[in-house]
């Protein structure tokens, strides 16, 4: 072949000049792609400014102290976010609480115990196919699992809507006398019917002090005493029965409290925090896992101490991400909470809830134009949240960030 | 090929070991005895199952789905292969080294106590003195004393090859296996590597895997040629290299296969 003559293409002058393709039209061609993709880059950039400034100018208005410090109220001059600020903390913060370790122990079966048995490895594959299936269910149908499994526990305990079991709560007898003041009466069991006025029973005041009831009959006059009067009552005074919820009220099953909401978030927020967390422990250089191996180290010593601190910025950056998504979710919240009326933050996981979203659909759906303006607001609260949780990933992630070999 | 019957206390024991990726046979009915106190080198052209042969010896291969083994491998009369045999304590007792260094991304102290934190709960003091010891023991400590708690990653390739080592002795292993160690350093860092390995011969039985024929030739007391899976030929590195008994080791020796 040493001495085979050059082809055509590139030895007869003739045919090159025929075949060559413009020089000029191949630059033409290329400034014109790139012009394309600038306009079609700059489209979508620009349709996101269009948004933000029309929520502002809508929003802005109306974004005031006492919109982010008040309960929602019919007049929309005096509404606030309060609740549902508070609401989307304790949504989110025990979705993650719940989500985080149940998602990296997922991933870390997944990534770092795969096992060697054929069939054993087929639950595997099966496991982390359904994973990244569930990923793509839309959240709504989530809501519906949440409705059934969590709010009602598919009515083992009861109808779903009572408790069927519950600690951390009292029960009171609570009176309402004829000088404007409260007498309650501690409820020993529940099912004993309310309390009937004895003369000298213990009563305790709003105030928690005991105190002996001094009853009076029809005809008798009302004490002038304000410290008597505070322990009197009519002998045909009934009370009602209210209960009192301490901060770790806990009730079976979850009913439409904040677990409820919380935990079917974390469904939703669970299969992103188990790739991420998976995508970050692959990215560990397995020279060190061998390492740690070849040291005579257990596969936990190996999880422990090496795989998973390598990984812990790419964990955390998924677990960000997943608090961004739950923060914004609002189809499956409309099916746990429904539009309900909440005018005051969650005391406890029991507790009925709001949440921002649903908050801006409510205020969203109705006819007056005020209230438009306080869902911008709204919009405006919930999207910087989502920028504030979006800069801390980027910062995580640069500063947590170590090269590993 | 036959098993050279050697004067010395065999540490290694291989008989009619085969091992399998799958469907493929890697290696094929090795009999081999490396002896103690001894470097022994596995030479041959890629692929011909030297490294499968000393990932066996600690069973890193175990990690591997679909790799397996038969036949017989004993460490100092103690069985290797068996369900009674302890992962975790033999590879406390085989080191192993790999091609490409790779120290934890921790402080040098941190890299040599790492492997002995795993087996034992020591004082400082004790730990202290473990790390100075084997980071001697590997000829880094005079580099490095002065830095034991800046990271590791620092380090040259040459002195984290040799960090690796100190952190493989730093657990007492009897038996230290090195898979191509140098084949990623410059030939100054290689000098020094192979420097160590004559002298941490008086303590350990080293198995090495090399592509560097002068490497196995300078380090080594015992070569085992391997070609496709099957021991060609084993004995003194002195007679395999100066007088081979079958003409495909000489071949790939002197370069013309390979």
């Known amino acids: ?405 | 090929m036959t098993t050279i019957p050697t004067p010395l206390k065999p540490a290694i024991r291989l008989r009619g070991f085969d091992a399998w990726y799958g469907d493929f046979q890697a290696l094929h009915s090795i009999d081999m005895d490396l002896p103690e106190n001894r470097v022994t080198a596995f030479i041959g052209p890629s692929g011909c199952g030297k490294s499968t042969l000393l990932r066996w010896i600690n069973r890193m291969n175990d990690a591997i789905p679909g790799a397996r083994s038969s036949g017989q491998l004993e460490i100092n009369g103690h069985d290797v292969l068996g369900p009674a045999t302890d992962v975790v304590e033999l590879r406390r007792r085989v080191g192993i080294v790999f091609q490409k260094p790779n120290p934890f991304p921790k402080s040098i102290y941190d890299n040599v106590a790492f492997g002995a934190r795993l087996h034992m709960k020591a004082t400082k003091a004790e730990m202290d003195e473990l790390v100075e010891w084997s980071l001697r023991k590997a000829a880094l400590w005079d580099e490095v004393k002065d830095r034991l708690r800046s990271s590791a990653l620092g380090l040259s390739g040459g002195q984290q090859q040799r960090l690796c080592i100190a952190r493989a002795i730093a657990v007492g292993p009897q038996v230290l296996l090195m898979d191509e160690p140098c084949s990623a350093l410059d030939p100054r860092s290689t000098a020094s590597i192979e420097e160590l390995m004559v002298e941490l011969r008086e303590s350990y039985t080293i198995a090495i895997v090399t592509h560097n024929m002068q490497q196995a030739a300078r380090v080594s007391d015992f070569t085992a040629y391997m070609f496709l899976g099957k021991v060609v030929e084993f004995g003194a590195t002195l007679d395999i290299f100066e007088n081979p008994d079958c003409q495909e080791t000489e071949d790939y020796i002197t370069g013309r296969f390979g």
């Open chain 1, 1 to 405: 072949m040493k001495h085979a003559p050059k082809p055509a293409l590139l030895a007869d002058s003739a045919v090159i000049a025929k075949r060559t393709r413009s020089l000029a039209a191949r630059h033409r061609k290329d400034i014109f792609f790139r012009n394309v993709c600038r306009t079609v880059a700059s489209s979508s950039a620009l349709v996101l400014v269009l948004l933000l400034t029309a929520i502002l100018t809508q929003g802005l208005g109306s974004l005031n102290f006492q919109f982010l410090s008040g309960p929602p109220d019919p007049d929309p001059a005096i509404a606030g976010l309060w609740p549902a600020m508070m609401g989307s903390v304790w949504l989110v913060v025990l979705t993650l609480v719940i989500a985080l370790p149940l998602g990296v122990a997922a991933a870390i079966i997944l990534e770092e115990f795969q096992p060697r048995r054929v069939y054993l490895r087929r639950i595997h594959s099966f496991v982390q196919l359904n994973i990244t299936n569930l990923a793509g269910v839309p959240s709504v149908v989530f809501g519906i699992l949440g409705l059934t499994v969590f709010v009602s526990m598919f009515g083992i305990f009861g109808n779903g809507q009572e408790a069927g079991m519950e600690v951390g709560v009292t029960y009171f007898d609570q009176f309402y006398n004829e000088g404007d003041f409260i007498l309650e009466v501690p409820v020993a069991d529940q099912a004993q019917p309310v309390a009937e006025p004895v003369e000298g029973m213990t009563v305790f005041s709003y105030e928690g002090t005991a105190m002996a009831l001094h009853l009076l009959g029809d005809d008798e006059e009302w004490p002038a005493d304000p410290a008597l009067a505070k322990r009197s009552l009519r002998t045909w005074d009934a009370p009602g029965r209210i209960q009192e919820n301490s901060w770790w009220y806990f009730r079976l099953p979850f009913g439409r409290g904040v677990l409820a909401g919380a935990l079917t978030l974390m469904l939703v927020v669970l299969p992103i925090i188990i790739i991420a967390s998976q995508e970050a422990l692959r990215a560990v250089p397995s020279s060190l896992r061998q390492a740690a191996l070849g040291l005579g180290a257990t596969p936990l010593q190996t999880v422990r101490q090496i795989t998973l601190p390598a990984a812990v910025p790419g964990i955390l950056t998924g677990a960000i991400i997943a608090m961004s998504r739950a923060i914004g979710e609002a189809a499956p919240l409309l099916m746990i909470a429904g539009i309900v009326f909440i005018t005051h933050a969650p005391g406890n996981m029991m507790d009925d809830f709001t949440a921002m979203p649903l908050q801006i659909f409510n205020w969203a759906g109705r006819p007056q134009k005020e209230f438009h303006d306080l869902a911008a607001s709204g919009i405006i609260v919930l999207l910087t949240a989502l920028l504030i949780f979006n800069t801390v990933a980027v910062v995580l992630r640069q500063k947590l960030q170590k090269p590993l070999s």
